[in-house]
Nanobody, 121 residues
Framework: VQLQASGGGLVQAGGSQRLSCTAS????????LGWFRQAPGKEREFVAA????????YYADFAKGRFTISRDNAKGTVYLQMNSLKPEDTAIYYC???????????????WGQGTLVTVSS
C-alpha cells in the first residue's frame, strides 16, 4: 500500500485546512487509517484514527472538537479537516495505514511522505 498525503500549506491562526491522503483502492478498505504529526524538535504524535468502515473515530485530546477524520473507501482517500488552527499545530502531518486501530505509531505499517502545515500567528 502506498499512501500519498497532500493539502498542507501556510494558514493563519484560526483558519482551516483540509488534508487528504490517497492510497490504492484495491486494498484501502482493509486498513485502519490514522494521522500523525511531527513538529520540529519533537517526537511524532498521534492525531486521529478511523476504522475500516468509518463508523468509529479516535482523536488525541488536542484534536477533539477541532479536527475531523473521515474516509471515502470508494475514492481510496482519507481526510483530516482541521479547524481553529493554532501556531502549535505547525508540523509535518503523516497519514498511515495499519491492521489495528491504535494511537501508537508502531501499529501502523504503512506511511505517507508527510505534508507540512504551517500556522502563522
Amino acid at each position: 500500500v502506498q499512501l500519498q498525503a497532500s493539502g498542507g500549506g501556510l494558514v493563519q491562526a484560526g483558519g482551516s485546512q483540509r488534508l487528504s491522503c490517497t492510497a490504492s483502492r484495491l486494498t484501502f478498505s482493509v486498513y485502519v487509517l490514522g494521522w500523525f504529526r511531527q513538529a520540529p524538535g519533537k517526537e511524532r504524535e498521534f492525531v486521529a484514527a478511523i476504522t475500516r468502515s468509518g463508523s468509529t473515530t479516535y482523536y488525541a485530546d488536542f484534536a477533539k472538537g477541532r479536527f475531523t477524520i473521515s474516509r471515502d473507501n470508494a475514492k481510496g482517500t482519507v481526510y483530516l479537516q482541521m479547524n481553529s488552527l493554532k501556531p502549535e499545530d505547525t508540523a509535518i502531518y503523516y497519514c498511515s495505514g495499519g491492521s489495528t486501530g491504535s494511537s501508537n505509531a508502531w501499529a501502523y505499517a504503512y506511511w505517507g511522505q508527510g505534508t507540512l502545515v504551517t500556522v502563522s500567528s
